[in-house]
């Protein structure tokens, strides 16, 4: 189900671009295009920066999340967290969550991993995993 504002947003996007070429569809900010703000991963971003195991704890499913950050990390890179943590502690994507012990205690930034890294493991892109994310967790 698509909120109401997202929807003419995005129908509002959509016959603005008709005719037009992809470059124009680039410079429609991204919360236009989708329901969060995704940021664009960083060139070159690693998981060197991801909680390493030791600091983990014995819980399957926090060492599963935080197992996907480091195998997919340019991918956690480029998408929004919905926690709200960018407010609170001022994350700029999902990999920041995993950067931190966030996720540990957060169920929110654990399922939205789990979707994220099962999606990258069936093959799918960033732009496809992002709207799945934004269906999943977005307004």
Do not use: W
């Given at each position: 189900?698509i909120?109401?504002?997202?929807?003419?947003?995005q129908?509002?996007?959509?016959?603005?671009?008709?005719?037009?070429?992809r470059?124009a569809?680039?410079?429609?900010p991204?919360?236009?295009?989708?329901?969060?703000?995704?940021?664009?991963?960083?060139?070159?971003?690693?998981?060197?920066?991801?909680?390493?195991?030791?600091?983990?704890?014995?819980?399957?499913?926090?060492?599963?999340?935080?197992?996907?950050?480091?195998?997919?990390?340019?991918?956690?890179?480029?998408v929004?967290?919905?926690?709200?943590?960018?407010?609170?502690?001022?994350?700029?994507?999902?990999?920041s969550c995993?950067?931190?012990?966030?996720?540990?205690g957060?169920?929110?930034?654990?399922?939205?991993?789990?979707?994220?890294?099962?999606l990258?493991q069936?093959?799918?892109?960033l732009?496809?995993?992002r709207?799945a994310v934004?269906?999943?967790?977005?307004?």
């Open positions: 189900m909120a109401r504002r997202a929807f003419v947003v129908i509002a996007a959509l016959v603005a671009l008709a005719g037009t070429d470059a569809f680039a410079r429609i991204r919360r236009a295009r989708s329901g969060l703000p995704h940021p664009e991963p960083r060139p070159g971003i690693t998981s060197e920066n991801v909680l390493a195991e030791s600091e983990l704890g014995e819980r399957r499913r926090v060492r599963e999340a935080y197992d996907g950050a480091r195998r997919y990390p340019e991918i956690f890179d480029g929004f967290c919905a926690c709200g943590c960018d407010k609170t502690m001022n994350h700029r994507s999902l990999l995993f950067e931190s012990r966030q996720a540990i957060c169920m929110a930034c654990r399922e939205e991993a789990e979707l994220v890294t099962g990258a069936k093959g799918k892109t732009e496809e995993i709207l934004d269906k999943e967790f977005g307004d």
